[in-house]
């Protein structure tokens, strides 16, 4: 009988040690798990509005050179209203609504560089705060 009582002692030892380590683990799984949580949505909420601002300045180029083009159709090249035409077109496809959709990167890396290519044809460097790749003395206003 006393042996008995001596394992169930130890027994219970160890049970408890267990019984602790899986409750530590249970609440720093859910805690991260919370955390994870809120520190993902601040990280989405500042990359949607980098995009979201990237493709309004796009959209803005985009609305002034076809404007431009509409008061004189002529000072402007064929491939050069095509390509302003196809960055509208990119513009349109991009899926604002389907952040997870897969082709999303290649359509803006493809606007990226219609982009350039424009503002190459047109001879412009155009930019905001905060535009990809912009340095400080690169920066131009309309």
Request: include cysteine; hydrophobic fraction near 35%; glycine fraction near 12%.
């Amino acid at each position: 009988m006393a042996s008995s009582a001596i394992e169930d002692i130890f027994e219970s030892s160890l049970n408890l040690e267990e019984r602790h380590l899986q409750e530590g683990y249970n609440e720093g799984y859910n805690d991260g798990l919370a955390s994870g949580k809120e520190e993902g949505r601040e990280v989405g909420l500042k990359v949607g509005f980098e995009v979201g601002e990237e493709l309004g300045f796009y959209k803005g180029c985009v609305e002034v050179w076809k404007a431009a083009f509409e008061i004189c159709p002529d000072g402007f090249s064929a491939r050069v209203q095509r390509n302003v035409k196809q960055m509208a077109e990119l513009i349109e496809r991009y899926p604002i609504l389907e952040p997870e959709n897969e082709g999303v990167q290649d359509l803006m890396d493809a606007l990226r560089t219609k982009f350039k290519a424009v503002s190459a044809m047109l001879s412009v460097r155009l930019g905001y705060e905060g535009f990809p790749g912009l340095k400080a003395e690169d920066k131009a206003g309309f």
